[in-house]
């Protein structure tokens, strides 16, 4: 034992950073990111065949002619038809491949490929779980969830079945990111004081049995997001603590089960149940295998203590630790990209997306894009469903980039048929239940 208080600055960094990378480093069962392995794919398979059943193949991805794209992501192809469907069934075969464990880090290197290129076909698709499942993808590409319980480790007989600590860390970070992300952006007066928009969505589901009649009632809308707010800030520590941590989980069971049946966010709350699994002891599964047969701890094996010890190249330690820093850097910067931005995101919508706004603001609006034409001086309207779809549409009419978008996309449209326009709009917006104000202005040409 060395005092570190005996030291000078520079050995005391170096010393800290010693103790963090053996922590990190120590070998721990690879069983909790096993069931978390199994969930994603289970998870991505489960979309997929949403995506075939609810004919998502043609009406979100193939059927538009026009797009919106995400920035520098212009270049991304839009297939056809057979394309789309090939994407899904390779999105799909790839959750299975994840979930059975074989060849696993080629499977989520494919499920990346495919799911990140059918996710940004259109960014009027972004949904928050499914940003989620593409970061979880990359992470799969490194971490190593076919440790045990898959068919990779079945292929290494002489495998352990044992994870680096760093490893679990790095899922729970992950995870828990979405919580605190979320539970900050909720920390403001519309949310904890005014209880909106919840109070402008609960009556919609009055009709429920039993609850129904309580979410009439504004007061019930105020409860359920201060409730949330806590709970998003607070489930992160209560899950991290040993003695909280069961009574935690099933915090989360529960709320994820009732923001299920009162909101449409497909397969998010199963995703976010199963991945919060990830807090428990590493060796969980197996602790709870044994006491459902009622069989007495396991002795770690001689081999394994052997393996525990084993040395790790000093480089390779150094590459890993350069990448998560840069990762978690990378997590943190996206939530709090918005107040590089002037005004508020949640209306202006800059630094809105990959930043865990999870059911945090309604806004409604409505675009009228007007075409002017300097040779003939004549201004008319344009009717944009003849370039997007009507779920494009609603999309747009609350995302100013979109909007803007749109624009060049008109003026194109335009010059197609010979003619070199002005595009503005007159937008008017409505936000968490306001009165609609203009928030374009109508001068600017946005075509230019």
Same mark, same amino acid.
């Given at each position: 034992?060395?005092?570190?208080? *005996?030291?000078?600055?520079?050995?005391?960094?170096?010393?800290?950073?010693?103790?963090?990378?053996?922590?990190?480093?120590?070998?721990?069962?690879?069983?909790?990111?096993?069931?978390?392995?199994?969930?994603?794919?289970?998870?991505?398979?489960?979309?997929?065949?949403?995506?075939?059943?609810?004919?998502?193949?043609?009406?979100?991805?193939?059927?538009?002619?026009?797009?919106? #794209?995400?920035?520098?992501?212009?270049?991304?192809?839009?297939?056809?038809?057979?394309?789309?469907?090939?994407?899904?069934?390779?999105?799909?075969?790839?959750?299975?491949?994840?979930?059975?464990?074989?060849?696993?880090?080629?499977?989520?290197?494919?499920?990346?490929? #495919?799911?990140?290129?059918?996710?940004?076909?259109?960014?009027?698709?972004?949904?928050?779980?499914?940003?989620?499942? #593409?970061?979880?993808?990359?992470?799969?590409?490194?971490?190593?969830?076919?440790?045990?319980?898959?068919?990779?480790?079945?292929?290494?007989?002489?495998?352990?079945?044992?994870?680096?600590?760093?490893?679990?860390?790095?899922?729970?970070?992950?995870?828990?990111?979405?919580?605190?992300?979320?539970?900050?952006?909720?920390?403001?007066?519309?949310?904890?004081?005014?209880?909106?928009?919840?109070?402008?969505?609960?009556?919609? $589901?009055?009709?429920?049995?039993?609850?129904?009649?309580?979410?009439?009632?504004?007061?019930?809308?105020?409860?359920? *997001?201060?409730?949330?707010?806590?709970?998003?800030?607070?489930?992160?520590?209560?899950?991290?603590?040993?003695?909280?941590?069961?009574?935690?989980?099933?915090?989360?069971?529960?709320?994820?089960?009732?923001?299920? $049946?009162?909101?449409?966010?497909?397969?998010?709350?199963?995703?976010?149940?199963?991945?919060?699994?990830?807090?428990?002891?590493?060796?969980?599964?197996?602790?709870?295998?044994?006491?459902?047969?009622?069989?007495?701890?396991?002795?770690?094996?001689?081999?394994?203590?052997?393996?525990?010890?084993?040395?790790?190249?000093?480089?390779?330690?150094?590459?890993?630790?350069?990448?998560?820093?840069?990762?978690?850097?990378?997590?943190?910067?996206?939530?709090?990209?918005?107040?590089?931005?002037?005004? @508020?995101?949640?209306?202006?919508?800059?630094?809105?997306?990959?930043?865990?706004?999870?059911?945090?603001?309604?806004?409604? *609006? *409505?675009?009228?894009?007007?075409?002017? @034409?300097?040779?003939?001086?004549?201004?008319?309207?344009?009717?944009?469903?003849?370039?997007?779809?009507?779920?494009?549409?609603?999309?747009?009419?609350?995302?100013?980039?979109?909007?803007?978008?749109?624009?060049?996309?008109?003026?194109?449209?335009?010059?197609?048929?010979?003619?070199?326009?002005?595009?503005?709009?007159?937008?008017?917006?409505?936000?968490?239940?306001?009165?609609?104000?203009?928030?374009?202005?109508?001068?600017? @040409?946005?075509?230019?």
């Amino acid at each position: 034992k060395v005092s570190l208080t *005996s030291m000078g600055s520079s050995a005391r960094v170096e010393a800290n950073s010693m103790l963090v990378t053996a922590r990190a480093s120590q070998r721990v069962d690879g069983a909790s990111l096993a069931v978390v392995r199994v969930a994603l794919g289970l998870v991505v398979v489960l979309s997929a065949v949403r995506t075939w059943v609810y004919d998502w193949t043609d009406r979100l991805y193939a059927g538009p002619t026009h797009r919106f #794209t995400y920035l520098w992501l212009g270049w991304v192809p839009q297939p056809g038809p057979l394309g789309i469907r090939v994407l899904v069934a390779a999105t799909a075969a790839a959750g299975i491949a994840i979930a059975l464990g074989w060849r696993t880090r080629l499977a989520a290197a494919a499920l990346l490929v #495919t799911f990140g290129w059918i996710e940004t076909i259109d960014a009027t698709t972004y949904l928050n779980h499914y940003w989620f499942v #593409t970061l979880l993808a990359a992470l799969a590409i490194v971490v190593p969830f076919g440790a045990t319980w898959s068919l990779d480790a079945r292929r290494h007989p002489g495998a352990d079945g044992r994870v680096a600590r760093g490893w679990v860390w790095l899922l729970r970070f992950q995870v828990g990111m979405v919580y605190a992300s979320a539970g900050i952006a909720k920390l403001q007066p519309d949310w904890l004081l005014r209880g909106l928009p919840l109070r402008l969505w609960l009556p919609a $589901r009055a009709d429920l049995p039993v609850i129904g009649p309580l979410l009439r009632h504004p007061e019930t809308a105020h409860v359920l *997001s201060v409730a949330g707010a806590a709970f998003d800030c607070a489930i992160v520590p209560l899950l991290l603590w040993r003695r909280t941590r069961l009574w935690a989980w099933l915090a989360v069971v529960a709320f994820h089960l009732i923001t299920w $049946r009162l909101f449409p966010i497909g397969v998010f709350p199963w995703l976010m149940i199963a991945m919060a699994t990830v807090f428990f002891d590493p060796g969980w599964p197996r602790a709870l295998a044994r006491r459902l047969r009622r069989q007495p701890p396991a002795p770690v094996p001689v081999e394994a203590l052997a393996a525990a010890g084993a040395p790790v190249p000093a480089w390779r330690i150094r590459l890993l630790t350069a990448a998560a820093v840069v990762w978690v850097a990378i997590q943190f910067a996206l939530p709090l990209r918005h107040l590089a931005y002037p005004g @508020d995101h949640r209306m202006t919508a800059e630094g809105y997306r990959f930043g865990w706004n999870v059911l945090l603001v309604e806004r409604a *609006s *409505s675009v009228t894009f007007l075409v002017h @034409d300097p040779a003939t001086g004549t201004t008319r309207t344009f009717d944009p469903q003849r370039l997007y779809t009507q779920t494009q549409l609603r999309v747009m009419n609350s995302e100013p980039d979109l909007i803007a978008q749109a624009a060049h996309a008109i003026a194109t449209h335009e010059a197609a048929e010979g003619r070199t326009v002005e595009v503005r709009v007159d937008a008017w917006l409505s936000f968490n239940g306001r009165p609609a104000v203009r928030w374009i202005d109508p001068n600017v @040409d946005l075509a230019a």
